[in-house]
Structures are given as structure tokens and as C-alpha cells.
């Protein structure tokens, strides 16, 4: 199979052609290295090792393992999480030069499989932004357009999928971080069940809402890093779109949406109907305010616990005030600057947020899947399509100005802050010819049935449109 063919390969095509030998993992990473060189405008690595690739995938080769488990798969790993190989940088100046004595529990468990470390994937600095755009690792690109913005914040894992550059990846999803690259780039990205996971050896944000999370071409391919880096998880039993109940709450997660995301909406609301899908429109009462009182006071007071814990347990000789002179994204740096002086999240705020307002959230959810015997919740991941690269603090919506970071998580924060699992499948392209995602959300440890039912609606959406350059 010519190298050209092979770097299009989905992860379970890829294994197909491994195990019945069509190709080895040596000539299927050459073919990757190759697509990587080609695409590098796209800015989507932090750093790479293509020798160090190749020597592992002849291990696979030698091994005759190939096509088994994840035998001969390279992945790009986000650069906040700790794989010993790379440098876990987190996309920051201060970390650049960090590699961690052994990888990341979930890093661990797909090298285990068998899966080798592809890249590491450049991301919004610290994982505190949407854009991606990075003051000290450059603009990831968006390969759609690369003039627009993949996503974030694990916004390089995004583009190198999309760009074919790997076939699949492993983000961070703190607020938005793994679903809306995915929903910004026309690919699948869940992020489970917080716990479902192990967290440790990742540069955190929150412990109680950080979670790694697959960035794939297909809910197989999602399923299948789902179930290595969960240690367990079942192939839940096939889901029938007849019966099947899926709330749709237009009073908060529907509104003010970009005409290209409203009209594709409309038609995913409608493809689901005509497949015998029964859609429930109900609202959340009072979601928006709930989510409001949870969202910062967590992640900016577990930010300061949480980053310094990292840095201690890593053997890493830095200060806060070092990981602050590091940093070069505007944005980045007057956030953090901000959390070490006197705006800092007081901890009456935190407290407060976790032993009312996150409760009351989680009841908020827990109530509406049952009041109204949902299986999912489905909505718009994010309320705009892609933006150009710049556009850091503000984006058009209708007409208006409006900060960019709480515009683009509007839809997604509530169920990270709730803890909840939640995927972003593609489903179709706007008018410009960018990507659009419609997301599923589930109740808390649905996550096996919650992938089986996107697995059913992928299907329906049947997307299959791909970046001009693939």
C-alpha cells in the first residue's frame, strides 16, 4: 500500500492492515513521519523524535505483535502529559526542558497495548485557553483553514488528527479542552466520567475537573483508546435509535447560536427524528447560574494547589513565580498573575463551591435524566464555528464582540463541572466549509452505553468529509 494511502488510515484500519500484514509498523510510522514533515505548517507538535519512532515500531516489528492490542499505532499525546520519552513542556517556557521519569498511568496503559509515542501535541499555554494560540510554541492551525483556530486547549492533538498527521491522540479536557478542537476540527472527542481515568503525571489545572480524553476520526477508534486507558470498560450492547430519548434543552445550551450552527442543528435534530430517535426538549433550570458558581472558584483555587503538587512530585526545582516568568501568552500570564496576588480565588469561594454549588449541579443533572427518562442530553458543542487565529480576547457572534474563552465553553463547562461524560461527534460542515460537532451528554458512569449511543448516532450523522490537503 503506497504511503500516501496509508497515512488516511483510521486506528482500526490501521490495525487491520497490520495484523494481516499488508504493512509493517515501520513502513506505517515512515508513512506518518512523511504526512508530519508535509503538514508542519500546521504547528501541531511540540516535539518529536522520528528516530526514536522508528526504533520502536521495529521492536513491534521484531515482536511480531503488530495489529495486536494497539501493536504499531503512533499517537500524539498532548505536551502536558508525562509520557518519558518527550519532554512534557505543557507548552510553557519554564517546562520546555521537562521529561518525566516514566509516563503517565494513561500513557503507560497505551504503550502497553502496545502504541507508540508519535509526537507531543502543542496546546494553549498551560492549558488555560481555547485558541491554542501559544506565545511561546506559535499558532497551532487549524487544518480546515489553517488562518482559523483548532480549538483548545489541546488544539495540536485537534490538527494533527484532522491533518492525518496521527490517527488518533489523547487530550486534556478541563472545561471544553478534548471536545471542542474535536468539534473545531470534524473529529470525535470524548471526555469521560472524571475518575474514569488516573490523573496523575498530567500538568493540572483541577484535580476535580481535569480528565484526559481520546481525539479520534470515529467513535471505534474512541472506544477502542476508551477501554485501554479506563483498564476496563465493555462493548455495551449495540443501541437501538428507535426508543432511544434524547433531551433537548433549548433554553440555555441553543441560544444565540452562529446561523451555521443553528442550521446544522436543526438538521442533526432532524436526521435523529427521521431514524426514530424521540427528542425531549426540556431545559435544566437555571443551569447557566448554577454552572457560574463552580466553574473559576475550582479551577483557579485547585490551580494553585495543584500546579506546585505536580512540580514537587516531578523532582522539579521551580517556584510559581518561575512557571509565571516562563509564561508568554498574554492571556496565560495576566490570568495566572492574577491568582498570585491579591485577586487569588479566596478559599471561602472554593469551599463554598464544592459543598453547595457543585452538588446542587450535579443533582440539577442527575434529576434530568431522570424526571424526564433521558438517555442523553444533545446540543451544539460549540455555540460558533472556528475563528481566526488572533482573535484572543473577543469573537464575532451576530453581529457582537464577545470574549472568546466563555463564548466558545458556554455548552461545554456545565457537565465538566458537573463530572459528567460527554462527546463531541461531527456532524456536518457550515457554509465556509468548517467543521461543526453536535455533543451527547450522559448521566455520571454511563460512559460505556454513553459511546455506544454516539456510536449509533455517528451513523446517522455520517460525516465523511475531510481537509482539503487529505
Known amino acids: 500500500m503506497p504511503h500516501q494511502e496509508l497515512f488516511d488510515l483510521t486506528i482500526t484500519q490501521a490495525l487491520d492492515g497490520l495484523a494481516a500484514r499488508r504493512f509493517s509498523a515501520r513502513e506505517y510510522a515512515r508513512a506518518l513521519i512523511a504526512r508530519c514533515e508535509d503538514q508542519a505548517s500546521l504547528n501541531a507538535l511540540v516535539s518529536s523524535d522520528w528516530g526514536k519512532l522508528l526504533d520502536a515500531a521495529d521492536v513491534v516489528d521484531t515482536s511480531g505483535k503488530a495489529g495486536e492490542g494497539l501493536g504499531g499505532i503512533p499517537l500524539c499525546l498532548k505536551d502536558n502529559i508525562n509520557t518519558g520519552i518527550l519532554p512534557t513542556g505543557a507548552a510553557t517556557g519554564a517546562l520546555a526542558d521537562h521529561v518525566a521519569a516514566a509516563p503517565a498511568p494513561v500513557a503507560k496503559a497505551l504503550f502497553d497495548a502496545g502504541a507508540l509515542l508519535g509526537g507531543t501535541g502543542n496546546m494553549h499555554e498551560l492549558a488555560f485557553g481555547i485558541t491554542s494560540n501559544n506565545g511561546v510554541t506559535g499558532a497551532a492551525r487549524n487544518p480546515w483553514n489553517p488562518a482559523m483556530i483548532p480549538g483548545g486547549s489541546s488544539g495540536g492533538v485537534a490538527a494533527a488528527v484532522a491533518g492525518r498527521m496521527f490517527p488518533g491522540g489523547v487530550g486534556t479536557d478541563t472545561g471544553a479542552s478534548v471536545r471542542l478542537p474535536a468539534s473545531l476540527c470534524g473529529l470525535v472527542g470524548f471526555r469521560p ?52 430519548r434524547l433531551g433537548v434543552p433549548l433554553g440555555y445550551f441553543y441560544d444565540n447560536l452562529d446561523p451555521a450552527v443553528a442550521a446544522n442543528a436543526d438538521a442533526s435534530l432532524k436526521a435523529l427524528t427521521d431514524a426514530g430517535v424521540t427528542l425531549v426538549e426540556a431545559d435544566i433550570a437555571d443551569i447557566g447560574e448554577i454552572n457560574a458558581a463552580v466553574s473559576f472558584p475550582v479551577a483557579l483555587y485547585e490551580f494553585m494547589q495543584d500546579l506546585p503538587r505536580y512540580l514537587r512530585d516531578n523532582g522539579l526545582d521551580l517556584t510559581m513565580q518561575d512557571i509565571l516568568d516562563g509564561i508568554g501568552s498574554p492571556d496565560v500570564k495576566g490570568l495566572f498573575a492574577s491568582q498570585m496576588g491579591p485577586e487569588a480565588m479566596p478559599e471561602a469561594a472554593y469551599r463554598k463551591a464544592m459543598d453547595e454549588d457543585r452538588p446542587r449541579l450535579q443533582a440539577a443533572y442527575a434529576g434530568y435524566f431522570e424526571t424526564h427518562k433521558i438517555d442523553a442530553i444533545i446540543f451544539p458543542t460549540a455555540p460558533l464555528p ?60 454511563s460512559d460505556d452505553r454513553l459511546l455506544a449511543i454516539a456510536a449509533a448516532i455517528e451513523a446517522v450523522f455520517a460525516f465523511d468529509a475531510r481537509p482539503a490537503s487529505a
Open 193 to 244: 466520567t472524571v475518575g474514569r481515568y488516573s490523573g496523575d503525571g498530567i500538568v493540572p489545572i483541577s484535580h476535580t475537573r481535569d480528565t484526559a480524553g481520546p481525539i479520534t476520526r470515529s467513535v471505534a477508534d474512541t472506544r477502542l483508546l476508551d477501554r485501554v486507558m479506563a483498564g476496563s470498560g465493555t462493548e455495551a450492547t449495540p443501541i437501538f435509535l428507535a426508543g432511544l
Open 386 to 445: 472556528a475563528r481566526p487565529i488572533g482573535d484572543d480576547e473577543t469573537v464575532e457572534l451576530n453581529g457582537e464582540r464577545l470574549p472568546t474563552f466563555p463564548t466558545f465553553i458556554r455548552n461545554t463547562d456545565p457537565a465538566s463541572n458537573a463530572g459528567i461524560p460527554g462527546i463531541s461527534l461531527p456532524s456536518g460542515l457550515g457554509p465556509d466549509g468548517l467543521p461543526l460537532g453536535m455533543e451527547l451528554d450522559g448521566p455520571v458512569l
